[in-house]
């Protein structure tokens, strides 16, 4: 079992930015990919960037540039760094979880929310 904690989602300006933070705990392999997938109101959960142990990365296509995916494995934590935030990224953001063994993890969520 692993489990996920996430913070700094909040309140911020158009232009601004912000870090997420998710800490992992429990039964975690070496092998694993964790990120980020965010929700907003009435649509469907998409993926914003994912990072494996071994620090390759992956974005969607609208946050290359502005997002930067970061990993500290000795802290089994991962870092979502949000630059010139817009109000259509506002949604719940979700730390995510999964290794070779079948873990499949998700965090409560943190709201990001960005105002115009």
């Known amino acids: 079992q692993v489990h996920l904690v996430e913070s700094g989602g909040g309140l911020v300006q158009a232009g601004g930015s912000l870090r997420l933070s998710c800490a992992a705990s429990?039964?975690?392999?070496?092998?694993?990919?964790m990120g980020w997938y965010r929700q907003a109101p009435g649509k469907q959960r998409e993926l914003v960037a994912v990072i494996s142990s071994v620090g390759s990365t992956d974005y969607a296509d609208s946050e290359k540039g502005r997002f930067t995916i970061s990993r500290d494995n000795a802290k089994n934590t991962v870092y979502l760094q949000m630059n010139s935030l817009k109000p259509e990224d506002t949604a719940v953001y979700y730390c995510?979880?999964?290794?070779?063994?079948?873990?499949?993890?998700w965090g409560q969520g943190t709201q990001v929310t960005v105002s115009s």
């Open positions: 429990g039964s975690i392999s070496s092998l694993n990919v």
């Open positions: 995510h979880f999964v290794d070779y063994l079948g873990g499949n993890y």
